[in-house]
């Protein structure tokens, strides 16, 4: 990742991008057609979802607006571990690199919406 780790936008954005690119390079039959298309879907709406979290209209819209994405992350992460079971990213370098970001991600989302809620009580 190039971006400031800090800047949750800029990483989330950065990882979408790095999905697409990895998925280009696949080799387009059924299963990692079928799989490229929801990873692209998931970790983009990850992103997007932030985007909508920013400027939410209240604490419990901000909340939803987290939670989703971090349902998004889990599940692009789920889609990553099938796609390395299956061999269908051979890169591992680039697949690795995709699983630690997800992952931190996905840390960063569970402590955000935890902290959130304390300070909500």
Request: aromatic letters at 6%; hydrophobic letters at 35%.
């Amino acid at each position: 990742m190039k971006e400031k780790k800090y800047d949750l936008e800029a990483r989330l954005i950065q990882f979408s991008v790095e999905i697409i690119s990895t998925c280009k390079k696949l080799d387009g039959n059924y299963a990692s057609d079928h799989l490229s298309k929801q990873l692209i879907r998931s970790s983009t709406a990850a992103a997007l979802n932030y985007g909508e979290a920013q400027s939410a209209e209240s604490f419990r819209d901000f909340q939803h607006k987290m939670k989703l994405c971090l349902k998004e992350l889990r599940e692009s992460l789920v889609n990553l571990k099938i796609q390395k079971g299956a061999k269908l990213i051979r890169d591992d370098e680039e697949l690795e690199s995709l699983l630690k970001e997800n992952n931190e991600l996905i840390a960063i989302f569970v402590s955000s919406i935890r902290t959130s809620q304390n300070k909500n009580k």
